[in-house]
């Protein structure tokens, strides 16, 4: 995208915020193979066992927030948020800088939105790792959930970094010369 920051001297911060972004993307796709294979292994072990594994239903929750929360970034980034479009489009070829200036309005509120997300993690993190929080059965397969809370608070973090610097983009083109 044309003003982004990929030239020039902030090229190399926009490539290295690029990778961090990827980076999450990708451990959240790792992390709906995992889910995927304890899934698959626990419809074995009920249909083989008649008995469900431990820890599946709570790995699987905190798995599906986790994978959620690390790939929201780069669907920001890449555009691929569900909203209304159809009203967008029709602003656009009107009236460009009132469409960029709805961009900028929804990209403050989707960052305010997660950052609250993102601070409010924050404190069951902390609740968590004080109180040595775990999941599953004592005694048969116990996970501490801190690992998964660190990931979900870092995930919506930079998934309200990218809103903000996707406010930025469009405000630039608010704030530009008309084409």
Do not use: H
């Amino acid at each position: 995208m044309a003003g982004d920051g990929q030239g020039g001297p902030g090229g190399a911060v926009a490539r290295l915020w690029g990778a961090v972004v990827d980076g999450f993307a990708a451990v959240g796709t790792l992390m709906i193979g995992v889910l995927m294979v304890i899934i698959c292994a626990d419809i074995v072990a009920r249909n083989s066992l008649g008995a469900s594994l431990p820890l599946v239903s709570e790995l699987g929750a905190f798995l599906v927030v986790t994978l959620v929360a690390l790939q929201l970034a780069a669907t920001i980034r890449a555009g691929r948020l569900a909203r209304t479009e159809f009203l967008l489009d029709r602003v656009e070829r009107r009236a460009p800088r009132v469409a960029a200036l709805m961009q900028v309005v929804f990209n403050l509120t989707g960052a305010a939105v997660l950052g609250t997300i993102a601070w409010a993690t924050v404190r069951i993190f902390e609740k968590d790792w004080n109180a040595v929080e775990f999941i599953g059965v004592q005694g048969i397969a116990t996970l501490p959930t801190w690992p998964f809370r660190v990931l979900i608070l870092l995930g919506f973090a930079v998934a309200a970094i990218e809103f903000l610097r996707a406010a930025l983009i469009a405000a630039r083109r608010v704030l530009g010369p008309t084409t």
